[in-house]
Every structure is written in C-alpha cells, then in structure tokens.
C-alpha cells in the first residue's frame, strides 16, 4: 500500500499539497504517482511569477515511459521552483514527499484548500486506480 | 525481416485450426452496408508490359533539358553506389520499424546521419529527418514558439524562398503565430538589418535567417544572429547543407551561434525527381532539444554493457503526447537518409567541400558569360554560393520560353515573387555543368535577346 501523509491534502491527479509556516503551499507527486510513473528522466517547472487558475497544467514530469502534466491544485503564484531537480529529477521518486517536492505557490483563496482532498479521500482514488 | 506471402494451403491451414471457414466470416461483425465491395472506379489491373508502356510514354512528356534552375532544390552528381545501396531490399523495402529496438541496423544509421548533420551544421543534435525543407521551417518556428512560451511573434525576411513562407503561414496560422516580413535591400539583395534592430527587445520568439537566401546570395549572418540575440529572440537557420561544407556553419554564426537550423537535405546525394521525395534536416542546441519534433536516436548500453541503439526523448512525440506533443509527426524520411548518409560518407568533408567550391566557380563563369550579353546585368553586386540573379531588358517569361526550344531551362522568373526587381531570373550553375553547356546557354540568350530587339519583319520604316 502506497504511503500516503495524513497532514497533506491531494487532489485526483496525484498531486499532494503541504500548507508550509508562511502560508505559502508547496505541491509534489504522490508516492503511488512516481510509482506508477516509473524512473523520471526531465522534469518541467513553471517560471517563478507566473499565476495559474485552479486545475491549470503548469508542470511536466516526464518518465521513461511518459510525460505527465501537472496541475495548479488552486488558483495561485508560482513563488520558487525545485532547482534541484534540473539535474536530478530522480529524487521525484526517491523523496516524493520530501526533497523531491516541485513548486511552491502562493494561494489566491486559502479556503479553496477545503475542497481538495485528505488523506483518506486519496486512499479511496489509489484503491479504485488498482 | 522479409515479407513471405501465405500460399492457399497454409491459409487453409490456418483456418482449419481456428475452425473458419473461409476468411470473409472473420469480417463478419461488420454490418453489410458498411463493406464497400467491388471498387467501381478503379480500373482492371492491367499487365506489367503495359503498365510499363503507359509510364514510358508518360516519363518522355517530361522531356530532357540542360538545367539551370536552382531555387531550393539543386541537380548534384550522385555517385553510383548511393542508390545501388540504397535500393538494397534491407534498405528499400524496410517500413518505420515499431519496435525500434530491434532494428539496431537502422537505428545505427540514423545515428550515424544525425551525427554528420550535427557535424556540418556544428551543433549539438540532429533529429532523424523530418518531410522536406519547407514543412521543417514551419516545424521550426512552432518549436522556436514553444521554447519562448509567452511569446508568439516570428520575423521572416522576405529573402526567405516565397514557396517556403506560404508553406510555414499555412502551417502556422491557426496556431495562433504572428509572422513578421521584414524587407530585403533592393540593392544589395540581402536583409535590411536596421529594421531588425528597431524591434523591441523581449517581443519576439525567433528570427528566420536563411543563408544562402532565396537569391543565391550571402547574408551577413554574424550581425543578424547577434541583433537578434540581444532581442532575446532565437535565430533559426535556414540553410543549403552543400553550402555548408564552405562557408562557416550556423552554430558558430555571431557570438553564440544559431539555436535551430533547418533546410531541405535534397542537394546530398536525392534526385530532383520532379519534385520528392526530398527530406528536411533539423539540428538545434542541447537546450531544445526537447522542443523540436521528429524521431531522435541515441547511442547506449544494454542491461549487459553491450553497445546500442534506441529511439529516445520519445514523450515528446505524439504517440504518448498526443495533442501536447511537439508535433504530429512520427516517422521520418528513412530511404532518403539512407542516400544522403552514404552520400556523406562516399564524399567526406572534403569532397563535399569540393563540391561545394565547383559550384561557385560554375556559377561564377555562367554569370560572366551572360552579363556580357546586351541587355543582361548583374541584379547585385553581392557575394553568392551557387545561384544569383540577372536582370533582363526583357520580360523574362518570354525568354524562358524561348530558351526552353532550345532545350536549356534559363532559370526561375522572379518577376511575379518580387515585382521590385523588374525583370529579374535567378540562375544557377552547379558542379554538373559544363562550360560547353554554360556557353551553349549564353549563345542561345544572346541570339534570343538580340533577335527579340529587333523590328519584325512586317514593321513598316517610318521617315525621320
């Protein structure tokens, strides 16, 4: 069973999201996400500055086997990217949760946060995807 | 692997054991109105002897000329051996492998092709081919787009081949792509660089700089690839790969270089043809290499440390993508890699180079031998690779016609293309031309000039 952090919320499309000190978010993949996805070769980030809408593609993960888009879980601006990853996207799978996070943003609508979903409402989409 | 056809005993072999009795029932889900049946307007087949008759009559219509016309696609001496290979049923017959890997035979060559391409061009990646040199531009300006993300706009210069730029308006236009003409010199024939100068910085993606250009004639690449760098814009190349044997090659144009070249890879070792299949060429720094479309292989090693070949960056492509993808192509123009790598080979840079120098040299006495005739000038003093532009005291279409009785085709009649040139024909001399046959050319015009001048015969002699 794929680990999944009851502190972070997620949405659908395997992104998680971690609501840090300053208010800002910081959103990655799900350990069942790079699972699926297999060893990452590149990842794409969005330009630091950049608004997105909530549901918007602004990142791509690409694989040995494909290239994920990923989106805004919430309307927000990109407020810094994982540099680290240019050069080793592999820490996407390593450290999914942790080092391997991808963009930072700061939200529009704190409360649009609510209707994403917890942990056990993730639980709930992995089951159904095996 | 060769393609064997069933005979009729194992087809109904096959059948026996899947308990079928004839193959007509394994279709049998489709709805009766659906199968087209008996194809109505297509004509009985008809014998090999005949159909060879037909195709003989139909190839001696095209009749045979001496050639002087350039304008994007060059007539080269291929050497014999590139099509006898070529056409080695390994080669000729063999489609886009599916599962590549298999195919490391293949797959070497065209890892052997993108390295010469790179090589020539000197940058760092070369896809496997993409259609032709016209739909590689267009491919060039959408990738160009993509790297510059908020940006959208992409300067042409008018010296860009006219065939080129409707092919790239027509490809682009419902991208939501704004292509910029910028004007040529009348003079000079080449870009008019102050107008790229007084582009803002930052509004634009990227910049076509042809060289040759469409006129034959050299344009000052440096100053133009370095004005369009200072505005943030990437410079594409678009370039006849012969001419790069001589002249300095795009990744070493200005300060930094060209970002993305293209061309049409025709003039190594592929017939004209009359009209395809040619191929387009694509190269372009490491930074954008996922950008640009096409088929990209790659060298590595094998889970046992064997050397080998692979398709790669492959999620690019339209197949995993689909309508994210770089692009909707697929495949590549393989049979003609296969020419043009065997061509590479067979030539080596310094054959290519030498090649490359005959052609100017031809090109050089045509020009002489023509602008001594009355009535026929030099259109620019500018330096040019293999082609130029004369102007004529007479309207051109007239000449080429009369030219063609003779059977020399002069050159292409730039009148419609560029009005602002008058009666102006570009022309061209490569290494296949004799100088019997470039006196040949001369003498005809001359005679075909100097009678046109004079009165008909019927004119009536008036007093005074």
């Known amino acids: 069973m794929s680990e999944i952090p009851s502190e972070l919320r997620y949405t659908k499309s395997h992104e998680w999201i971690r609501t840090m000190d300053d208010g800002n978010l910081e959103v990655g993949i799900t350990q069942h996400a790079q699972e699926m996805l297999g060893d990452m070769v590149f990842v794409e980030l969005p330009e630091v500055g950049s608004t997105l809408g909530g549901g918007e593609d602004c990142a791509v993960v690409e694989s040995v086997k494909a290239a994920s888009d990923i989106y805004a879980p919430i309307a927000g601006e990109i407020v810094e990217v994982n540099d680290l990853l240019r050069d080793a996207p592999e820490t996407v799978n390593n450290d999914p949760y942790g080092d391997g996070w991808l963009f930072r943003m700061r939200p529009v609508d704190e409360g649009e946060l609510d209707e994403l979903l917890d942990a056990e409402g993730y639980t709930g989409v992995v089951a159904a995807d095996s | ?464």
């Open chain 2, 1 to 464: 692997m060769p393609f064997i056809p069933h005979t009729e005993e194992e087809i109904r072999q096959m059948l026996d054991a899947i308990r079928v009795s004839d193959i007509d029932e394994l279709f049998s889900e489709i709805p009766g109105g659906l199968h087209s049946g008996k194809l109505t307007s297509v004509p009985s087949g008809i014998s090999e002897m005949d159909v060879g008759r037909i195709m003989l009559a139909r190839s001696r219509q095209d009749g045979h000329y001496i050639n002087f016309i350039g304008g994007g696609v060059y007539e080269h001496h291929i050497p014999a051996a590139v099509w006898e290979l070529t056409t080695r049923g390994e080669f000729y017959t063999a489609y886009t492998p599916y599962q590549a890997e298999a195919s490391q035979g293949t797959l070497q060559l065209l890892y052997e092709y993108q390295t010469m391409m790179s090589s020539l061009m000197a940058l760092d990646v070369s896809n496997a081919s993409l259609y032709e040199g016209a739909s590689a531009l267009a491919e060039a300006v959408l990738a160009a787009a993509r790297a510059r993300k908020k940006l959208n706009k992409v300067v042409i210069p008018r010296t860009v081949n006219p065939r080129y730029r409707k092919v790239v308006e027509s490809i682009v236009r419902n991208q939501r792509i704004e292509l910029v003409e910028i004007p040529f010199s009348v003079t000079e024939g080449t870009i008019d660089i102050d107008v790229l100068r007084a582009f803002d910085k930052g509004s634009v993606a990227a910049v076509v700089v042809p060289q040759p250009n469409y006129f034959g004639l050299l344009e000052d690449v440096d100053t133009l690839t370095d004005v369009a760098h200072e505005l943030d814009a990437l410079v594409i190349g678009l370039v006849n790969p012969t001419a790069m044997a001589l002249l300095r090659p795009p990744g070493r144009w200005g300060a930094d270089g060209a970002d993305i070249v293209v061309g049409e890879g025709q003039p190594l070792g592929i017939p004209l043809s009359s009209g395809g299949p040619y191929m387009g060429f694509m190269c372009c720094r490491n930074k954008y290499v996922r950008q640009i479309p096409g088929r990209i292989v790659g060298r590595t090693r094998d889970d046992k440390g064997n050397e080998g070949f692979t398709l790669t960056l492959q999620a690019r492509e339209q197949h995993i993508r689909r309508s994210k993808a770089t692009s909707n192509i697929c495949t590549n123009q393989g049979l003609m890699v296969v020419a043009a790598t065997i061509y590479m080979s067979l030539l080596g840079p310094e054959g290519l180079r030498r090649v490359a120098a005959r052609c100017h040299h031809n090109t050089n006495i045509l020009l002489a031998k023509l602008t001594a005739i009355d009535g026929v000038y030099r259109c620019f003093e500018t330096p040019f690779f293999h082609e130029s532009v004369v102007r004529l005291d007479q309207p051109v279409a007239d000449v080429l016609r009369a030219i063609e009785a003779q059977g020399i085709n002069g050159g292409i009649d730039l009148s419609e293309d560029y009005p602002e040139l008058g009666n102006a024909l570009l022309t061209c001399a490569t290494e296949t031309r004799t100088v019997d046959e470039i006196e040949n050319y001369a003498t005809h015009l001359d005679r075909i000039m100097s009678r046109r001048s004079l009165d008909p015969p019927c004119a009536e002699k008036v007093a005074g």
